[in-house]
Structures are given as C-alpha cells and as structure tokens.
C-alpha cells in the first residue's frame, strides 16, 4: 500500500465551486505540505503543517485554505475555484529532522484539478 | 531570492549516460535532491547529498556537487528505456522549511 495517497486522483469542477483535496499518510511523519505544479514552473508551496495545531502558508497560498484534522490527513480546500487553479496538485510528507538524517519530503501520487 | 534552474528537455539513447544539470543559488543549502516524476505519479526520491560532499553513487546514479559554482548534476550510467520521466532538482534552504524544486528536466531514452 502507497505510503502518501490522494483522493481524488482526477477531479473536474466549474468556476465557483468549493473543492477538497484529502491526503493521509501512513508513514507517521508530523510533517505535511500542499504543493501545486504547473507546466515550467516546477513546484510551489500553497500550505504547510508541522504538527496538527502549527499550520502555515506557503509562498502562494491565495486562495487556499488547509485543515489538518489529524496527525495523518492534511486536507487542501479552494473556497471558489477559478481556471487558472488548474493544475497538478500533490501532498508531500516528512520527518522531524534529527542528527542523523534530513526531513527528506515523500509525495503522494498527485490530484489532477480542472477548473472550467 | 532563491531560485534552482535546470534545462527543459535531454534525449539520449539506450544504454548512452545521461547528465541532468541544475544550478542552484543559495549557497546555504544543507542538502540537495533528485527526484523522479514519472507519467501519472507523484515524485519519487532517488537520492540526495549533503552540502560538505562532493559526489554520492548509489548503483547506476552518481550525484556531483561543486559547491563553488552552486552546480549539482545527476549521472544516469547505461540509460534505459525505464529512466524516462522528468527529474527535478530540489534544494532545502538552511535553518528553513523551504525546498525550493527547479522546473524539471524531461528526459526521454531513445530506443
């Protein structure tokens, strides 16, 4: 079983419409993050968790908003969707970094969003 | 700011190495990433180095690091028709939570 999973994988929706996107982890990481990839943009952080009651915005969080229900799931909503929210969206993971290793980031499969 | 640029496209054929280059900017950066994105899938992490090294090989993949030209490359030995996808370099900034991803490098192996 994947260890990051996304639901759903492929989603269409018109302009206005309120959108969730779930992530759950089983790799038991405190850490969790929303990114977006579009075409020659590489990827950009919307949001961020480093624990359940610690959430931050990332570099392009705009009309985003996340809710972190629990140590394992990592929701990213857009209130209102607009088309150029179109894009790949994925959830990454990561461990608290101790002294022997990095807080290396593992990422689900990715939420493929259309915004008509 | 922080920025990391890698060329959009390398076409190699089977069996040939391939060399994927990325240049980075903060020269603050503890550790630096490879990884994978193939058709469909999330990325997948193929291995990373750490800022005091100069060169990491594990199996068919060796990392170069030149810290003085803020330069990191991925060597792929004995390209195979498997290896194609898009590899994105990441740098994560010291003493931040940022990863800062380049725009990715499409490779495609010629049969």
């Known amino acids: 079983d994947a260890d990051v999973t996304q639901t759903p994988r492929n989603r269409i929706t018109k302009t206005g419409k309120r959108i969730m996107l779930e992530c759950s982890q089983t790799k038991g990481h405190d850490r969790m993050y929303w990114y977006r990839q579009d075409p020659g943009l590489g990827l950009r952080l919307i949001y961020y968790?480093?624990?359940?009651?610690?959430?931050n915005k990332g570099e392009i969080s705009d009309g985003y908003s996340v809710s972190r229900q629990a140590q394992a799931k990592f929701s990213l909503s857009l209130e209102s969707a607009i088309p150029n929210q179109t894009a790949l969206y994925f959830c990454a993971t990561s461990a608290l970094p101790d002294g022997r290793s990095t807080d290396t980031q593992y990422f689900g499969p990715g939420t493929r969003l259309t915004v008509l | 700011g922080e920025d990391v640029e890698q060329s959009l496209f390398l076409s190699v054929r089977e069996g040939d190495s391939s060399v994927i280059n990325c240049t980075y900017t903060?020269?603050?950066?503890?550790?630096l990433y490879w990884y994978k994105q193939e058709p469909g899938a999330g990325l997948q992490l193929l291995t990373y180095?750490?800022?005091?090294?100069d060169m990491k090989q594990d199996q068919r993949l060796t990392v170069l690091l030149n810290k003085k030209d803020k330069h990191l490359s991925l060597r792929i030995a004995d390209t195979q028709t498997g290896d194609s996808a898009i590899y994105f370099c990441?740098?994560?900034?010291?003493?931040?939570?940022?990863?800062?991803f380049g725009t990715g490098t499409r490779l495609k192996v010629l049969a």
């Open positions: 180095i750490f800022s005091n090294m």
């Open positions: 968790s480093f624990d359940v009651k610690d959430i």
């Open positions: 903060d020269s603050s950066s503890t550790y």
């Open positions: 990441a740098e994560r900034v010291s003493g931040t939570y940022k990863y800062i």
